[in-house]
C-alpha cells in the first residue's frame, strides 16, 4: 500500500509530457489488462467525488452523450464535423486512442497538445490523490482520470458544446457523470459480455443507463430485441424516443474505394451527402449523426440545413 502511495505522491513541478503518460499509467488501465474485473466493481461514486473536488466541471456545458456497440465513435466524430463546419468550438472526447493518447481529448479534429495535456494531469493530480488515499472508494483508474481531464479542459476553454463517447456499458460509466442536452445509442451488439451481459437485452439495458428523465434520445438502428429495451427505458424516464429508422430514410447513389455518396431523407428535408468512410454502415451513422445535430437545433442550438 506505501508503494502505491509513494507513486500517487510523485508528481512535481517539472513534470514533462512523458513523465505524465508514466504517472498517469501507475492507475488500473482495465484497457491494458489481460482480463476484467467484476461487474459489481464498477460504480460512479468515485468518479463523482473526484468531479466534485474539481468543481464539476462537465456540468457547465451542453452535452451530447452517445453510447453504443458499434460506430458510435464514428458517430461521435460526425457531430463534431457538423458542429465545428458550423463554427461552434465542439469538443471531443473518445476513447480508445490508435497513436497518441492526446487523440482522446479533441477540439473539433484536432487533438489537445502535449503541453496542455501535461498540465491537466499536474492540476488533477492532487484531487486523484485526495480520491485514492482517501480510501473509500478505491483508486481513481486510467479511464477515470482522463474522462476527468477531458471534462476539466472543454470547461477551460469555454467550448460551446462536448460529445461524450461511451467507454464501457452506459449506466456504471464513468462518462456518465453528465447531466446531457441528447443522449444518443448507436447499434447495439454483444460486447463485454462478461460485464455487461450474455445477451442483446442485458447489453441494451446497460447501455440504456445513459438515458435521463426527460431527455431526448437518438437511437441508431437496432434489432427488435435491443429497440424493445430502448423503448421501454425511454417510456419510463418520458425521454423522447427518435429512431433513426423510423424518421429518416437513405439510399446509396454511388461508392468506390475512396467515398461514398448518398441522399438522406429526413424531418428537415433531403440531403446529398458524401462520406469517405466506407460501407453501409456508416451511410446508417450518418444518418444517426444528421438525426443528433437536427435534435440538437430543435433543442437551440442553431445548425444550419
Same mark, same amino acid.
Given at each position: 500500500m #506505501?508503494?502505491?502511495? #509513494?507513486?500517487?505522491a510523485s508528481i512535481n513541478t517539472s513534470l514533462n509530457y512523458n513523465d505524465a503518460i508514466r504517472l498517469i499509467m501507475t492507475l488500473p488501465n482495465f484497457e491494458r489488462s489481460a482480463c476484467m474485473p467484476d461487474r459489481s466493481t464498477f460504480h460512479l461514486e468515485r468518479m463523482c467525488l473526484l468531479m466534485q473536488n474539481l468543481g464539476n466541471p462537465h456540468r457547465c456545458i451542453p452535452t451530447i452523450h452517445i453510447a453504443g456497440s458499434d460506430g458510435k465513435g464514428s458517430i461521435a466524430a460526425m457531430v463534431t464535423s457538423i458542429l465545428t463546419a458550423q463554427g461552434y468550438k465542439s469538443g471531443l472526447y473518445t476513447s480508445p486512442h490508435l497513436h497518441s493518447i492526446v487523440e482522446r481529448i479533441r477540439v473539433g479534429m484536432s %487533438?489537445?497538445? %502535449?503541453?496542455?495535456?501535461?498540465k491537466l494531469v499536474k492540476d488533477i493530480w492532487p484531487s486523484v490523490q485526495q480520491v485514492c488515499t482517501g480510501g473509500e472508494f478505491g483508486k481513481i483508474t486510467f479511464f477515470e482520470l482522463l474522462t476527468a481531464? &477531458?471534462?476539466?479542459?472543454?470547461?477551460k476553454i469555454n467550448v460551446d458544446c462536448q460529445v461524450i463517447e461511451v467507454g464501457l456499458g452506459g449506466k456504471k460509466d464513468a462518462t456518465n457523470?453528465?447531466? %446531457?442536452?441528447?443522449c444518443a445509442i448507436s447499434p447495439?451488439?454483444?460486447?463485454?459480455?462478461?460485464?455487461?451481459?450474455e445477451?442483446? #437485452?442485458l447489453i441494451a439495458l446497460e447501455k440504456a443507463g445513459i438515458i435521463k428523465n426527460g431527455i431526448p434520445t437518438v437511437v441508431a438502428p437496432q434489432s427488435c430485441e435491443a429497440m424493445?429495451?430502448?423503448?421501454n427505458v425511454s417510456k419510463t424516464k418520458l425521454a423522447p424516443l427518435i429512431r433513426v429508422d423510423k424518421n429518416y430514410s437513405w439510399n446509396n447513389i454511388n461508392h468506390n474505394l475512396k467515398k461514398q455518396s448518398f441522399k438522406l431523407s429526413g424531418p428537415r428535408g433531403q440531403y446529398n451527402l458524401e462520406t469517405s468512410l466506407l460501407g453501409s454502415h456508416q451511410i446508417e451513422n450518418a444518418a444517426t449523426a444528421t &438525426?443528433?445535430?437536427?435534435?440538437?437545433?430543435?433543442?437551440g442550438l442553431p445548425v444550419s440545413k
Open positions: #506505501s508503494r502505491k502511495k #509513494s507513486k500517487l %487533438p489537445i497538445n %502535449p503541453f496542455d495535456f501535461t481531464m &477531458a471534462f476539466s479542459h472543454f470547461n457523470v453528465v447531466v %446531457p442536452t441528447i447495439i451488439s454483444l460486447d463485454h459480455i462478461s460485464i455487461l451481459g445477451t442483446i #437485452s424493445s429495451v430502448l423503448i &438525426a443528433i445535430v437536427e435534435t440538437l437545433n430543435s433543442q
